[in-house]
């Protein structure tokens, strides 16, 4: 190719020349949007993937390794790493990247770069990209957006290298599989959303007027931008738009305004309202950190420290990566998906988990508005508020070093800020929670309150065989009609775990007896094994049910499925399967890579199973902003 010819051994006016002759489409002396974004997908963005995925594959350095070894003042340092984040971005987020290129040339954000400027003002950071790239063939197939679609950006890797790469800790996407919606859409007139109590048509906002609509979306708006003050935001981020709240708090979707990239913010309050959330809060930070590496775990990119003086604030804001949609939001649209996405997605979330699991740490919040979905079909585990570890010694053979390592020793006869005395605490951390996973996907030990540390990440597991279940009902020959998606087990009670009613055992929408509709009652041997006393009792009294024959309630799907989904569906956690088994599953076979399925180191956390005051989780949740915030002091 002449031009790739012309770029070897090149001196750099005539090296711009020819990258501005490739680019200037319409010879018109301007590269306009369309063609700035050719110039950054081709000579940066596809150099970029090039030297990333090579790094994986053969450990040569990456981008911004290269960029970092190639370059040598400070201020050029710091712009590869700018470039490096904007970059990997661009696929899906453009425009920083584009305002960033301008101003990098000496032009205005958005003003059309012009030909002067691109040949004489050259930034130092690009030179080493600009000489190191491929231009692409002349019968390339690249779009004219802006943005990079997966099909595009598989298209570029094959013609780089002949095949797509592996990312660090998640399987490609296989090939043909489409990218899913993150918006709502209904092309059936009385379709209703998920959980939705009222619908109204896409039509009706034809019939307000538009002054009307934009009035109600400014005061939406202005609603939940009171919770997100921006003196709290201390100048590094900007509300743009609330997303929800919950026990924990609020997320709003935000920009951070060093890049201009879009980021979700989680403002947890009452953080020491008492000793068993303050801990809760620590636990989520900490595996958090832990976490940071996995693909399939969202991430936290930072928490700003306490803007008051350390010792009294109870107010924290968590930076994560931001996320199209989740799996809860999918189920409520009219979508659906082919079996290679439920797969995949499936996939993804147990690669998380054999993570977890395997550094000695469980979730037990696993349900669809957890489990967070970009449009490219990439999986997010999230809300990690219930997650903890199990390899902890019991109080008493905790070292006399493990306990140097906290913060500030614990006094034991201190009483928790709004929380017990240290006399009742001690219950609490020598037992595992009870009242975890929400009720749909609740496992029958946590149900009859018969868990067992050495298998607790079966409940885990047992959510992901409900997971499953809801993902098999997008495939449309498995539910043709939307709006009959429901979870596998709708309980409206859990005896004896939280119902009211003592007699709620004999309502058929009980937990437990809505689970066993399905999977059947356990055998004697089992509950014999498996449960205690009282347990006993209350199983042998119910009536014998034999398990269903999922294939009429699945019809479009494989065996290999309905066989996955049983053995995740055990009542007998001994022998559900764990997440090395799921992965192990001839299910797996057309979306599973071996390399992607990482093991973390086994964690064991000093601050449990400890007798532990309200100030030294202050203390060790203050460490952890540190990491984040170097510069800030906790003295």
């Known amino acids: 190719m002449a031009l790739e010819e012309s770029l070897r051994g090149a001196s750099l006016a005539v090296l711009l020349g020819d990258i501005w002759n490739d680019c200037d489409k319409d010879r018109d002396g301007v590269l306009k949007t369309v063609e700035l974004s050719y110039f950054i997908k081709v000579y940066l963005y596809l150099t970029k993937l090039e030297k990333d995925d090579m790094h994986r594959q053969v450990k040569t350095p990456n981008f911004l390794q290269f960029l970092q070894e190639e370059l040598s003042s400070g201020e050029d340092l710091a712009r590869a790493e700018e470039l490096d984040t904007l970059l990997g971005r661009f696929g899906r987020d453009p425009q920083p990247v584009l305002h960033r290129i301008r101003e990098l040339y ?11 400027k691109f040949l004489n003002n050259a930034p130092t950071v690009l030179i080493p990209v600009l000489k190191d790239a491929k231009p692409l063939n002349e019968d390339s197939d690249s779009s004219e957006s802006e943005e990079l679609t997966n099909e595009e950006i598989a298209n570029l890797r094959r013609r780089m290298y002949g095949k797509p790469a592996l990312r660090k800790s998640i399987s ?24 939705s109590q009222i619908y109204k048509s896409p039509n009706d906002h034809q019939h307000q007027p538009s002054q009307k609509r934009a009035a109600e979306k400014k005061k939406k708006k202005k609603k939940g931008q009171r919770h997100f003050p921006s003196n709290e935001l201390q100048g590094k981020y900007e509300f743009v738009k609330y997303l929800g709240h919950g026990s924990y708090g609020h997320v709003c979707e935000a920009r951070s305004l060093k890049d201009g990239s879009k980021v979700a913010l989680k403002k947890v309050g009452k953080i ?24 399939a775990i969202v991430d936290l990119s930072d928490i700003l420290p306490p803007p008051n003086s350390h010792r009294d604030f109870n107010t924290l804001y968590l930076v994560f990566e931001y996320v199209d949609t989740d799996l809860h939001h999918l189920i409520g649209t009219n979508q659906f998906f082919s079996s290679l996405h439920c797969q995949y997605m499936l996939y993804q979330v147990i690669l998380a988990l054999h993570f977890m699991h395997s550094g000695g740490m469980v979730h037990r919040d696993i349900k669809p508005a957890n489990i967070l979905i970009n449009e490219d079909c990439s999986v997010k585990l999230c809300d990690f508020g219930l997650a903890r570890g199990f390899n902890e010694e019991p109080q008493g053979n905790k070292s006399a070093q493990t306990q140097k390592n906290l913060t500030i020793p614990a006094n034991k006869n201190s009483t928790a800020e709004g929380g017990e005395a240290g006399e009742s605490k001690k219950k609490i951390h ?8 929400t009720r749909w996907y609740r496992a029958p030990e946590v149900i009859l309150i018969t868990q067992n540390r050495k298998y607790l990440t079966a409940i885990d597991m047992w959510s992901i065989g409900c997971i499953m279940s809801e993902l098999l009902q997008m495939i449309k020959q498995n539910i043709p009609n939307p709006e009959n998606r429901e979870p596998l087990f709708p309980g409206k009670s859990c005896f004896p775990l939280s119902a009211k009613d003592p007699f709620a055992y004999q309502d058929r929408m009980d937990q437990l007896n809505v689970i066993f509709e399905v999977i ?16 006993h009792r209350y199983l042998k009294s119910l009536r014998k049910k034999p398990p269903m024959d999922l294939s009429t309630r699945f019809p479009g799907v494989s065996p290999q499925a309905l066989d996955l989904l049983f053995k995740l569906l055990n009542f007998d956690y001994r022998e559900r399967y764990t997440a090395e088994q799921a992965l192990n599953h001839p299910y797996f076979k057309d979306v599973r890579d071996p390399e992607a399925e990482a093991r973390h180191v086994a964690e064991v956390f000093d601050f449990e199973d400890i007798d532990i005051d309200i100030q030294t989780i202050r203390n060790l949740i203050l460490r952890e902003v540190s990491i984040y915030n170097p510069e800030y002091s906790t003295n």
Not at 174 to 183: A, E, L, T, Y
Not at 272 to 292: P, Q, S, V
Not at 431 to 437: A, D, N
């Open 520 to 535: 059947g009652t356990p055998s004697e041997q089992t509950i014999e094994e498996c449960c205690n006393e009282q347990c």
């Open 172 to 195: 490609q996407a296989p090939r043909g599989m489409k990218s899913i919606s993150s918006k709502k859409t209904s092309q059936q007139p009385n379709y209703r959303p998920r959980n």
């Open 106 to 116: 000496g032009n205005g954000p958005t003003d059309p770069l012009t030909k002067d």
């Open 272 to 295: 020491f309202g008492n000793i068993i959330d303050a801990k809760r809060f620590l636990r989520e930070i900490y595996i958090l950190r832990l976490m940071k590496n996995h693909e």
């Open 430 to 437: 020598r037992e595992v929670t009870r009242h975890i996973v």
